[in-house]
């Protein structure tokens, strides 16, 4: 059974950088699927952040895509995220989930606040 | 950017009656539509995907339709498990975008 699981800080000062990792268990990473980010403030709609390939190719929300960074550690199964430049406006669910173009399985998700 | 809206933002009804679901994309889109569903605290789940193939598992009662800018999401019989927000998106492009969401609430 695929499973996917997000860590990291909950969180992060405005102006910092935001870092998460989201660790597969039950597929390889190298498998042929796409893996996402997804994000959803508080009450508000999911909001696609961006995905990564096995091959390190990825695809970024035009929004987001100047602060963000996506990457892949094959070795460890996982992949990572990193935001820039956060403001309360970053304030989110953050899930990871994987991905055919529709996203199969999801992360149960992690609350970052962007506070001081 | 393909921007998705949905209608309406919010439907009440009653357990058994059969509801729809609307979701209009900006540009066409051919066939390549998710909807998932998604309850309080919890993580979407997908439910139909390439605009009317059930995930396993997802019961029968739902189903989905269109193709190019106008797509459908029924539920025939609405169970107490149903309500809960639903959120189409659109994976023709590389930027993937959904909906604003469709909250189903017990009327």
Known sequence: ?116 | DIQMTQSPSTLSASVGDRVIVTCRASQNITTWLAWYQQKPGKAPKLLIYKVSTLETGVPSRFSGSGSGTEFTLTISSLQPEDFATYYCQQYKSFFRTFGQGTKLEIQ
């Open chain 1, 1 to 116: 059974q695929v499973q996917l699981q997000e860590s990291g800080p909950g969180l992060v000062h405005p102006s910092g950088t935001l870092s998460l990792t989201c660790a597969v268990s039950g597929d390889s990473i190298s498998s042929s699927q796409w893996w996402t980010w997804v994000r959803q403030p508080p009450g508000k709609a999911l909001e696609w952040i961006g995905e990564i390939y096995h091959s390190g190719t990825t695809n970024y929300n035009p929004s987001l895509k100047s602060r963000l960074t996506i990457s892949i550690d094959k070795s460890k199964n996982q992949f990572s995220l990193r935001l820039s430049s956060v403001t309360a406006a970053d304030t989110a669910l953050y899930y990871c989930a994987r991905s055919f173009g529709a996203f199969d399985y999801w992360g149960q998700g992690t609350l970052v606040t962007v506070s001081s």
